[in-house]
């Protein structure tokens, strides 16, 4: 559903770059449709953070480099980064 949405947004050419914030679901969506048109997606994953300095492992996401506490790193990755 949220990738039939995506698949109308007119992109500008293979120099275009996604930039997105929202449910993780959709920014799956969005890192793949991405993918299949080979340009870059940059993701906020901002997570409701429970404890705030690293020690709860709330925030955590997996990345093709390992897992990453949000709050004591970035909100954003390049889509291809992440694993879904
Ligand atoms: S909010 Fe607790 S580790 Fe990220």
Redesign the pocket.
């Known amino acids: 559903m949220v990738g039939g949405l995506l698949s109308h947004i007119p992109l500008l050419g293979t120099n275009s770059v996604m930039y997105a914030c929202g449910p993780q679901r959709m920014l799956e969506a969005v890192s793949e449709m991405a993918n299949q048109r080979g340009i870059e997606a940059y993701l906020s994953m901002e997570e409701v ?12 996401v997996k990345t093709v480099s390992g897992y990453e ?3 004591q790193g970035r909100p954003i990755f390049n889509g291809n980064e992440i694993v879904w």
């Open positions: 953070m429970a404890c705030g300095v690293g020690a709860c492992l709330g925030c955590v506490r949000r709050v």
